[in-house]
């Protein structure tokens, strides 16, 4: 079945500093499925360990560092995901591009919005090819049995369309917390009282500066 668009990565149209961007090719639906956030999946309980291999790899910058986390406390890891992502099968996934999309200049809105997306275990075993995440540590009994990890294959982030788009640049809301915000983040406001009360999702991001395309 042919969906009618595509996702590309070009770049940005945000700013010269901004590096590479997300875009839509067609025309997608509101509550339409865009992108796959790639990266390694740490468990929550493996974050608050005082594990000396943990602690340096989360201290260890690469560039700009990308790290998503959901509301169930699974961490996502994605800064050293590079723009092809080849699973542990080898198989290229053209939609896991949701690392790779900015966040919206001030005073804009969002036109695609992040969500937990759970591969569970009777997933289509040729599809499983294509799941664009590892888990970095696999999950102790606290996480089988309080996380009902026995029904997931794999925990993962998506990005989904908050309204109709055609052949524009894709942007979702960061919703950064930091005591150092980066300056050209600029928070989001919804004005509405859910949406702004701060619930985070992704916490530590930025523009992939080393990526940038060359003229």
Request: overall charge negative.
């Amino acid at each position: 079945k042919e969906l009618g668009y595509s996702i590309l990565c070009l770049r940005s149209t945000l700013n010269q500093d901004a590096g590479r961007g997300v875009f839509v090719d067609g025309k997608c639906q509101m509550g339409d499925l865009l992108a796959f956030q790639p990266g390694d999946v740490w468990p929550k309980e493996h974050l608050t360990s005082d594990s000396v291999d943990i602690m340096n790899h989360f201290e260890d910058e690469v560039d700009e560092c990308l790290t998503s986390l959901r509301f169930d406390d699974f961490l996502l890891d994605s800064r050293r995901s590079p723009v092809t992502v080849l699973t542990q099968e080898g198989s290229f996934n053209p939609w896991a591009l949701g690392h790779m999309v900015n966040h919206p200049n001030k005073g804009s809105w969002p036109n695609c919005q992040s969500l937990m997306l759970d591969f569970e275990e009777n997933l289509q075993e040729e599809l499983t090819a294509y799941i664009p995440n590892t888990y970095a540590r696999e999950g102790t009994w606290k996480t089988n049995i309080f996380g009902q990890r026995n029904a997931v294959m794999m925990h993962g982030l998506c990005l989904m369309s908050r309204r109709d788009c055609a052949n524009e640049e894709l942007y979702y809301d960061y919703r950064l917390q930091s005591e150092e915000l980066p300056g050209w983040y600029d928070p989001v406001i919804y004005n509405d009282e859910f949406m702004d009360q701060g619930r985070i999702v992704f916490f530590k991001s930025g523009p992939k500066k080393d990526e940038i395309l060359q003229d």
